[in-house]
């Protein structure tokens, strides 16, 4: 099938015979054993869409993207499906979701930093009134939608729930993150207060239960569904089941420096490296693993066991999805997204916490040295436009999905698009409204075409970045010293103001290059202002300058 698609001829008439394949493919169907096609007595039945967003994940967690945590589910999706692997997303939670829901930049959206209401507009902390939500669009476009998971773009307060966007049915969670707690307050079932008195209540598993709930309601109902599932896992706090992390105790003994190592072997094999790429060493600011004391190691371990457990359930969650929708019969119907909202988080949230790190009593996060595992092959972490900020893993699998590995840069901003054309949707046009920022995937899956941006911007918290082709200019934020020395890993402040990178001969950042292409740098940093004044970045300030940048916007 992948060669009789790449050999369509290029335009419209490509993609237009994509979609024809994807929605009636039963002659093509014993031609490549094991890839979900809808058949033709389907093809009258638009794909079932569920697009599943985990937390605070690096490049190489998964084991289809190098790591060591068994993830077999989701290996599934991609052994049989399309891996991304220049996949971008928006640095820091908030933002990520605001552009996922919408299909434009996180300013445009108003969530240009997170929550906190910092003035009307880029900044104003909530979903704004001039984009519209994939539940709303899916919504118009005849399908029935649910959320489940973490929803983390509005609240009660300012009426930007999942239901007042576009969201049939919903169980959400908003305030803060407890797996093992579901108190009054901090989960929702469509609008009304949820709590439960089970005691094996666990956050990821009552997210897939109730994920299975929904779609279990859609086919009863007889509609073609939409679902955005946004797991919590594996964001802080390091909650997981006793058994998980027992697991993989063992596995994180010899430290993070081999098991960083055995991620870069891994990657090499899976043909995710190119040879000319420079790997860079451990971050400069975090110890050898043979500098630990030994009394020290034992909490470290018990950190990335913890860790990898969450990861464990997780797709231990996405399997029993699969599985229902399996048996419902409706799985070669449904395409499924999965993809992350960040790279690894190095925060130091619990360094004072005594607890235990996996047990419900105790609130901490795994760190920057384990975080730079996550991250692995590239430097920085989340809330930086460095690669380990913002480039995660993205699969997309089901119905007539091709087997593939596309190395072309792809955004969340394109999920939307992609998801219109894969169910022959269509987006509201309206003055007062703004218009889609991304573009459909499906001709880097077609072979129309090997690219699909010339152009794509960031900005959060003062950090800035701009792509054109394979070139990447960036700039950390002048004040991020502050990060460092409350995460216990202090660096030294930036040393110039732009950076400048070949992705194509090094993706992992190692070669700086403005000094020798300064007017490279000068014209992309002006389509970069060109983009901020349009999106209404204010520039220069980080989360710690809160006060300061409220100030200026009233």
Not at 202 to 222: M, P, R
Not at 228 to 241: E, F, I, R
């Amino acid at each position: 099938m992948i060669v009789m698609i790449r050999k369509l001829r290029a335009g419209q008439r490509a993609r237009r015979m994509l979609r024809q394949i994807i929605l009636c493919s039963r002659l093509i169907a014993g031609l490549l054993p094991g890839v979900a096609l809808f058949s033709c007595d389907q093809k009258d039945t638009p794909p079932n869409v569920i697009v599943m967003l985990a937390d605070d994940m690096g490049y190489s967690d998964l084991s289809c993207f190098g790591g060591e945590v068994s993830t077999i589910n989701i290996d599934k999706l991609a052994n049989e499906g399309a891996r991304f692997t220049q996949f971008y997303n928006g640095a820091r939670c908030c933002p990520t979701r605001a552009s996922l829901l919408t299909g434009t930049y996180a300013q445009q959206a108003g969530v240009g930093y997170m929550t906190a209401h910092w003035g009307e507009g880029a900044y104003q902390g909530h979903l704004a009134g001039d984009v519209l939500t994939m539940g709303e669009v899916m919504k118009a476009n005849g399908y029935t939608t649910f959320h489940t998971g973490k929803w983390h773009v509005g609240n009660r307060k300012n009426e930007q729930t999942p239901s007042n966007r576009g969201f049939d049915r919903s169980w959400w969670r908003q305030g803060k993150v407890h797996y093992f707690d579901a108190s009054p307050g901090m989960i929702y079932l469509d609008d009304s207060t949820w709590t439960t008195d089970d005691p094996g209540y666990y956050l990821t598993d009552y997210t897939g239960a109730y994920t299975i709930k929904f779609i279990e309601e859609a086919v009863a109902a007889g509609q073609p569904f939409f679902g955005y599932v946004a797991w919590d896992a594996c964001h802080w706090p390091l909650h997981a089941k006793g058994e998980y992390i027992s697991r993989y105790r063992e596995r994180y003994g010899i430290g993070w420096d081999e098991v960083r190592q055995d991620r870069l072997r891994a990657q090499e094999k899976l043909g995710l490296l190119r040879p000319g790429w420079k790997l860079p060493g451990r971050d400069e600011a975090i110890p050898a693993w043979e500098d630990i004391p030994r009394t020290d190691r034992g909490r470290w371990i018990e950190k990335m066991a913890a860790y990898a457990a969450q990861l464990h359930s997780l797709d231990e969650n996405i399997g029993k999805v699969i599985r229902k929708l399996e048996h419902l019969g409706i799985a070669d119907n449904t395409v499924i997204f999965v993809l992350f909202d960040n790279g690894a988080c190095a925060e130091a949230i619990g360094w004072r916490d005594q607890g235990m790190p996996g047990t419900p009593g105790s609130y901490i996060a795994y760190n920057m040295p384990w975080a730079n595992v996550s991250n692995t092959p590239f430097r920085s972490y989340k809330h930086f436009v460095y690669e380990g900020g913002i480039s995660t893993p993205m699969i997309m699998w089901g119905g007539g999905v091709p087997l593939a590995k596309v190395d072309a840069m792809a955004h969340i901003i394109d999920i939307l698009p992609t998801i219109l054309e894969l169910t022959g949707g269509s987006y509201p046009g309206a003055d007062n409204l703004h218009a889609l920022e991304g573009k459909s995937v499906l001709p880097l899956l077609s072979g129309e075409s090997e690219t699909i941006h010339e152009w794509l911007f960031w900005e959060h918290e003062g950090n800035r970045a701009v792509r054109y082709e394979n070139w990447k200019l960036l700039s950390r934020f002048k004040h991020d010293t502050t990060y460092f020395k409350r995460w216990h890993f202090p660096k030294d402040p930036r040393d110039q103001e732009w950076e400048l990178y070949n992705i194509e001969n090094d993706r992992t950042e190692q070669i700086e290059l403005s000094g020798q292409y300064p007017e490279r740098v000068k014209i992309m940093e002006s389509r970069w202002q060109e983009w901020a004044n349009r999106v209404g970045v204010i520039q220069g300030l980080g989360s710690y300058d809160g006060k300061r940048l409220k100030e200026n916007v009233n």
